[in-house]
């Protein structure tokens, strides 16, 4: 099959009151890399999932090769060769490989079956034929993160795409897996398949992409030669405005300990250990970064300082307070905020008002609430200014929670959690899934909170993030930190290997601990 040119014409999307997308035009060439960038709710996977059969356009065409097609779904997509690989992959954990690359495609086979050996010979050919390294026989549970990417890549390969969309690839990629992924990448467009590259990272649109399309509310603004625009312009298309540097970092040591951990364990839900004698302190105007391949034992050490699990052994203290074995009312009495990873089922109540979840945690100060009740009109009227000072959009206290974008979602329990007055702040991913706008507004607030006095302990799937953040960096391998740096001193490949415990084993990675989990390959 030869690769066909893609052209959308004039598409048009709407989402009930909402124009998702109004009038977008994208072309897609033979055998190039095409980055599509913008921020939440610029309306970019919107428009690939037009693209891909998902959603139906209210106006506009699909032409392939000149000849209008109708995408009535991801199957006619399919048959006119493309694929798309989402950001959370739709793998089957119990299947080989082989299995999971070929299922749905059994029909093609003799009397509807393929024989394992058949599947697993086809694979390993097609995995060769693209360099993509992966074993046919190992199963899902068994493969790291950027091999499971890998075998979503094939899955689509084998159904015959030419036509690749790729949302936010890298996401969950350690930076070795990265270089892999983008050798994978520069591959395929070698032997002439196109990729349309979703993504927010632009240091990665500038290495990897020929052109690139922005979108901003819906609209494109521009679509440029990647070679002549620089990541200043493509940020400054992409939010309206050039982005401020940010403040450098004072110069004023740290106060005492107001986060302190001592000798921490903590077992996983299967009650195996996760975190392994743990010890370290957050200071007063200081922000600690911890990075780690997933699976290590930050999501157990997270939910642990923040009172939502116990320790099976050793101390917690905030501002001073021993609150081990204590729960979340008592974490956040002692003094902490909590910005969670999983905004949806942690940080937010989706069928509540904006007004409601900014008090979330806080119902039972004075003033807030009486029994059941929360505090009706006075309570919208004083989340007004807090909503506007953190540029939630919109503004409207009675507006629910559940729709607003990512990034004003996260905007708004950084509201609640940084005005609280709190001395210790956790932030899990504080910027994950959301637009350059949002990213460089939380960052500037953390910054204000370390400014001001506060501990910030930042755990982050992005080390751009550590890195631009912190004042010291603490990696997380098997449950235990076996380094600590700072950002002058260490950089991502050095974090990466680190976290992949081949810092001091040459290129090897440390063998599993015995019990422990078998990590994937991304960062938490």
Known sequence: MSTPHVHLKGITRRLGTCVANDGVELELVPG??????????????????????????????????????????????????????????????????????????????????LAPGDAEREVAALAERYRLPVDPKARISQLSVGAQQRVEILKALYRGARVLILDEPTAVLTPQEVDELFAVLRALVADGVSIVLITHKLA???????????????????????????IERMAELMVGHVP?????????????????????????????????DVSFAVRAGE??????????????????????????????????????????????AAGLAHIPSDRLHRGLVSDMSLAE???????????????????????????RARLQEYDVRPPD?????????????QKLIAARE???????????????????????????????????????????S??????????????????????????????ERTLGLHMTGRASHGDSPLPPREGAPRTSGGLA
């Open 244 to 276: 401020a540097p940010l403040t450098e970092r004072s110069d004023e040591a740290p106060g005492a300990p107001l986060l302190e951990v001592r000798g921490l364990e903590v077992r996983d839900a299967r009650r195996l250990p996760a975190v392994r």
């Open 418 to 460: 940084l005005t609280q007055g709190a001395r210790a702040i956790l932030a899990a991913h504080p910027t994950r899934g959301v637009d350059l706008g949002a990213i460089d507004f939380i960052h500037r607030r953390l910054l204000a909170e370390r400014d001001a006095g506060r501990a910030v302990l930042l755990v982050s």
């Open 32 to 113: 190039e890399i095409h980055a599509l960038v913008g921020e939440n709710g610029a309306g970019k996977s919107t428009l690939m999932k037009v693209l891909f059969g998902l959603h139906q356009p209210d106006e506009g065409e699909i032409l392939i090769d000149g000849r209008r097609v109708r995408m009535t779904d991801p199957r006619a997509a399919m048959r006119h060769g493309l694929g798309m690989v989402h950001q959370h992959f739709m793998l089957v954990d119990t299947l080989t490989v082989a299995e999971n690359v070929t299922l749905g495609s059994e029909t093609q086979a003799r009397f509807g079956l």
């Open 357 to 383: 979840n900014l008090v979330l945690g806080l119902q039972r100060r004075p003033g807030v609430g009486t029994g059941p009740w929360l505090g009706g009109h006075t309570l919208e009227d004083a989340s």
């Open 204 to 230: 990665e649109v500038k290495a990897l992409a020929t052109r690139l399309t922005v979108l901003r509310a819906g609209r494109r603004v521009a679509t440029a030669l990647v070679a002549d625009t620089s």
């Open 287 to 332: 922000i600690v970064g911890i990075a780690g391949v997933e699976g290590n034992g930050q999501h157990e050490l997270i939910e642990c300082l923040a009172g939502l699990c116990p320790p099976s052994r050793g101390d917690v203290r905030i501002a001073g307070a021993a609150v081990s074995g204590h729960g979340a009312r008592e974490h956040r």
């Open 462 to 491: 992005e080390l751009s993030e550590i890195l631009a953040l912190s004042d010291r960096i603490l990696v997380l391998y098997e449950g235990r930190i076996v380094h600590e740096t700072t950002p002058a001193a260490t950089d």
């Open 397 to 409: 206290p009675r507006a629910f929670a559940g729709r607003l974008s990512g990034g004003n979602q």
